[in-house]
Antibody, heavy 119, light 107 residues
Protein backbone atom coordinates (compact mmCIF):
# COMPACT_ATOMS: atom_id res chain seq x y z
CA UNK A 1 0.00 0.00 0.00
CA UNK A 2 1.44 3.34 -1.05
CA UNK A 3 1.16 6.20 1.41
CA UNK A 4 2.78 9.57 1.91
CA UNK A 5 2.63 11.60 5.11
CA UNK A 6 3.66 15.20 5.59
CA UNK A 7 4.90 16.55 8.89
CA UNK A 8 6.30 19.82 10.14
CA UNK A 9 5.56 22.87 12.24
CA UNK A 10 2.01 24.18 12.27
CA UNK A 11 3.14 27.72 13.08
CA UNK A 12 6.15 29.59 11.74
CA UNK A 13 7.14 33.21 12.27
CA UNK A 14 7.74 35.54 9.34
CA UNK A 15 11.28 35.51 7.93
CA UNK A 16 11.97 32.10 9.45
CA UNK A 17 12.81 28.93 7.53
CA UNK A 18 10.18 26.25 7.15
CA UNK A 19 11.15 22.61 6.77
CA UNK A 20 8.57 19.96 5.92
CA UNK A 21 9.07 16.21 5.82
CA UNK A 22 7.29 13.72 3.58
CA UNK A 23 7.60 10.13 4.78
CA UNK A 24 7.03 7.56 2.06
CA UNK A 25 5.70 4.06 2.42
CA UNK A 26 5.04 1.36 -0.16
CA UNK A 27 7.61 2.69 -2.60
CA UNK A 28 11.22 3.74 -2.38
CA UNK A 29 13.13 6.69 -3.79
CA UNK A 30 15.99 4.23 -4.26
CA UNK A 31 14.06 2.73 -7.17
CA UNK A 32 14.55 4.09 -10.69
CA UNK A 33 11.74 6.32 -11.89
CA UNK A 34 10.44 7.43 -8.52
CA UNK A 35 9.54 11.10 -8.23
CA UNK A 36 7.90 13.18 -5.49
CA UNK A 37 6.34 16.59 -5.92
CA UNK A 38 5.35 19.23 -3.38
CA UNK A 39 2.14 21.19 -3.86
CA UNK A 40 0.53 23.83 -1.68
CA UNK A 41 -2.91 25.35 -1.36
CA UNK A 42 -3.56 28.69 0.26
CA UNK A 43 -6.89 28.91 2.11
CA UNK A 44 -9.74 28.94 -0.38
CA UNK A 45 -7.35 29.02 -3.34
CA UNK A 46 -6.21 26.73 -6.11
CA UNK A 47 -3.44 24.17 -6.00
CA UNK A 48 0.08 25.42 -6.66
CA UNK A 49 2.85 23.08 -7.79
CA UNK A 50 6.10 23.92 -5.99
CA UNK A 51 8.87 21.43 -6.66
CA UNK A 52 9.88 17.90 -7.60
CA UNK A 53 12.72 15.60 -6.64
CA UNK A 54 13.60 12.45 -8.54
CA UNK A 55 15.21 9.14 -7.58
CA UNK A 56 18.47 10.31 -9.20
CA UNK A 57 18.39 13.55 -7.15
CA UNK A 58 17.33 15.74 -10.05
CA UNK A 59 15.41 18.72 -8.68
CA UNK A 60 12.89 21.07 -10.25
CA UNK A 61 11.26 24.21 -8.87
CA UNK A 62 8.53 26.65 -9.76
CA UNK A 63 10.35 29.76 -11.01
CA UNK A 64 8.38 32.14 -8.80
CA UNK A 65 9.76 30.54 -5.63
CA UNK A 66 12.98 29.02 -6.88
CA UNK A 67 15.25 31.27 -4.79
CA UNK A 68 13.43 30.30 -1.57
CA UNK A 69 12.84 26.57 -2.06
CA UNK A 70 15.01 23.52 -1.70
CA UNK A 71 14.02 19.86 -1.98
CA UNK A 72 16.16 17.05 -0.66
CA UNK A 73 15.87 13.44 0.34
CA UNK A 74 17.15 10.84 2.75
CA UNK A 75 16.92 7.51 0.97
CA UNK A 76 17.89 5.58 4.08
CA UNK A 77 14.76 6.90 5.81
CA UNK A 78 12.65 7.07 2.63
CA UNK A 79 11.90 10.71 3.33
CA UNK A 80 11.71 13.79 1.15
CA UNK A 81 12.07 17.32 2.50
CA UNK A 82 10.94 20.76 1.43
CA UNK A 83 12.69 23.80 2.83
CA UNK A 84 11.33 27.29 2.31
CA UNK A 85 13.34 30.26 3.48
CA UNK A 86 12.18 33.72 4.52
CA UNK A 87 8.52 32.74 4.92
CA UNK A 88 5.76 35.33 4.76
CA UNK A 89 2.09 35.24 5.80
CA UNK A 90 1.19 34.63 2.14
CA UNK A 91 2.92 31.26 2.49
CA UNK A 92 0.16 30.16 4.88
CA UNK A 93 -1.68 27.11 3.60
CA UNK A 94 -1.78 23.36 3.35
CA UNK A 95 1.31 21.69 1.94
CA UNK A 96 1.03 18.33 0.21
CA UNK A 97 3.56 15.85 -1.07
CA UNK A 98 2.55 13.49 -3.85
CA UNK A 99 4.12 10.75 -5.90
CA UNK A 100 4.54 11.65 -9.55
CA UNK A 101 4.14 8.94 -12.16
CA UNK A 102 6.40 8.85 -15.23
CA UNK A 103 3.67 10.86 -17.00
CA UNK A 104 3.86 13.52 -14.31
CA UNK A 105 0.40 12.92 -12.89
CA UNK A 106 0.22 12.86 -9.11
CA UNK A 107 -1.17 9.45 -8.37
CA UNK A 108 -0.77 9.27 -4.59
CA UNK A 109 -1.09 12.20 -2.21
CA UNK A 110 -0.39 12.75 1.44
CA UNK A 111 -3.09 14.10 3.71
CA UNK A 112 -1.42 17.50 3.79
CA UNK A 113 0.03 19.55 6.62
CA UNK A 114 -1.34 22.94 7.52
CA UNK A 115 1.17 25.74 8.02
CA UNK A 116 0.39 29.19 9.37
CA UNK A 117 2.92 31.99 9.06
CA UNK A 118 2.26 34.54 11.74
CA UNK A 119 4.12 36.48 14.36
CA UNK B 1 5.50 28.62 -17.68
CA UNK B 2 2.44 27.04 -19.26
CA UNK B 3 -0.78 28.66 -18.05
CA UNK B 4 -3.87 26.49 -17.54
CA UNK B 5 -7.27 28.17 -17.75
CA UNK B 6 -10.38 26.34 -16.55
CA UNK B 7 -13.97 27.26 -17.14
CA UNK B 8 -16.36 27.73 -15.60
CA UNK B 9 -14.98 28.57 -12.17
CA UNK B 10 -18.20 27.25 -10.64
CA UNK B 11 -21.38 25.56 -11.73
CA UNK B 12 -24.42 24.02 -10.16
CA UNK B 13 -26.15 20.88 -11.30
CA UNK B 14 -28.53 18.20 -10.12
CA UNK B 15 -28.06 14.51 -9.46
CA UNK B 16 -28.36 12.69 -12.78
CA UNK B 17 -27.20 15.64 -14.88
CA UNK B 18 -24.29 15.71 -17.26
CA UNK B 19 -21.69 18.47 -16.82
CA UNK B 20 -18.65 19.57 -18.78
CA UNK B 21 -15.57 21.41 -17.54
CA UNK B 22 -13.02 22.79 -19.95
CA UNK B 23 -9.31 23.41 -19.57
CA UNK B 24 -7.14 25.34 -21.99
CA UNK B 25 -3.36 25.35 -22.01
CA UNK B 26 -1.36 28.37 -23.17
CA UNK B 27 0.63 26.10 -25.49
CA UNK B 28 0.45 22.55 -26.72
CA UNK B 29 1.11 20.00 -23.97
CA UNK B 30 1.27 16.77 -25.96
CA UNK B 31 -1.60 15.17 -24.06
CA UNK B 32 0.12 15.49 -20.69
CA UNK B 33 -3.14 16.64 -19.13
CA UNK B 34 -4.49 15.36 -15.84
CA UNK B 35 -7.65 15.91 -13.80
CA UNK B 36 -8.08 15.83 -10.03
CA UNK B 37 -11.05 15.89 -7.67
CA UNK B 38 -10.87 17.57 -4.30
CA UNK B 39 -13.50 17.43 -1.58
CA UNK B 40 -13.56 19.95 1.28
CA UNK B 41 -10.84 19.36 3.84
CA UNK B 42 -9.31 16.52 1.85
CA UNK B 43 -6.31 16.06 -0.36
CA UNK B 44 -6.91 16.01 -4.11
CA UNK B 45 -7.20 12.62 -5.78
CA UNK B 46 -6.24 11.69 -9.32
CA UNK B 47 -9.20 11.15 -11.65
CA UNK B 48 -7.78 11.03 -15.15
CA UNK B 49 -4.26 11.15 -16.57
CA UNK B 50 -2.90 11.70 -20.07
CA UNK B 51 -6.19 13.25 -21.20
CA UNK B 52 -8.46 10.23 -21.03
CA UNK B 53 -7.05 7.37 -18.92
CA UNK B 54 -9.07 6.76 -15.80
CA UNK B 55 -7.13 6.36 -12.58
CA UNK B 56 -7.66 3.19 -10.62
CA UNK B 57 -11.14 2.91 -9.12
CA UNK B 58 -12.60 5.93 -10.95
CA UNK B 59 -16.10 5.28 -12.31
CA UNK B 60 -16.65 5.25 -16.06
CA UNK B 61 -19.07 8.21 -15.85
CA UNK B 62 -15.95 10.38 -15.79
CA UNK B 63 -14.69 11.02 -19.31
CA UNK B 64 -11.68 13.02 -20.40
CA UNK B 65 -11.09 14.21 -23.93
CA UNK B 66 -9.25 16.77 -26.00
CA UNK B 67 -5.93 17.37 -27.65
CA UNK B 68 -3.38 20.07 -28.31
CA UNK B 69 -4.37 22.90 -26.01
CA UNK B 70 -8.07 22.25 -25.35
CA UNK B 71 -9.35 19.58 -23.00
CA UNK B 72 -12.64 18.57 -21.43
CA UNK B 73 -13.80 16.67 -18.38
CA UNK B 74 -17.34 15.34 -18.72
CA UNK B 75 -19.24 13.77 -15.86
CA UNK B 76 -22.31 11.79 -16.87
CA UNK B 77 -25.17 10.94 -14.53
CA UNK B 78 -23.91 13.05 -11.63
CA UNK B 79 -23.90 11.30 -8.31
CA UNK B 80 -24.04 12.93 -4.87
CA UNK B 81 -20.38 12.07 -4.24
CA UNK B 82 -19.30 13.96 -7.39
CA UNK B 83 -19.99 17.39 -5.92
CA UNK B 84 -16.48 18.68 -5.36
CA UNK B 85 -13.84 20.94 -6.89
CA UNK B 86 -12.04 19.77 -10.02
CA UNK B 87 -8.59 20.82 -11.19
CA UNK B 88 -6.74 20.26 -14.42
CA UNK B 89 -2.94 20.09 -14.43
CA UNK B 90 -0.39 19.76 -17.19
CA UNK B 91 2.69 17.58 -16.78
CA UNK B 92 4.44 18.33 -20.06
CA UNK B 93 7.42 19.86 -18.32
CA UNK B 94 8.03 21.55 -14.99
CA UNK B 95 6.56 23.65 -13.48
CA UNK B 96 3.46 21.46 -13.58
CA UNK B 97 0.82 24.17 -13.30
CA UNK B 98 -2.79 23.64 -12.26
CA UNK B 99 -5.92 25.35 -13.45
CA UNK B 100 -7.75 27.59 -11.02
CA UNK B 101 -10.37 24.96 -10.26
CA UNK B 102 -14.06 24.41 -10.95
CA UNK B 103 -16.39 24.07 -8.01
CA UNK B 104 -19.33 21.80 -8.76
CA UNK B 105 -22.25 22.41 -6.42
CA UNK B 106 -25.65 20.87 -6.00
CA UNK B 107 -28.48 22.86 -7.56
Amino acid sequence: QITLKESGPALVKPRQTLTLTCTLSGFSMSNNGMRVSWIRQSPGKALEWLARIDWDDDKFYTPALKTRLAVSQDKSKNQVFLTMTNVDPVDTGTYYCARASPYGDLDYWGQGTRVTVSS
Amino acid sequence: DIQMTQSPSSLSASVGDRVTITCRASQTINNYLNWYQQKPGKAPSLLIYTVSTLASGVPSRFIGSGSGTDFTLTINNLQPEDFATYYCQHSFYTPYTFGQGTKLAIK
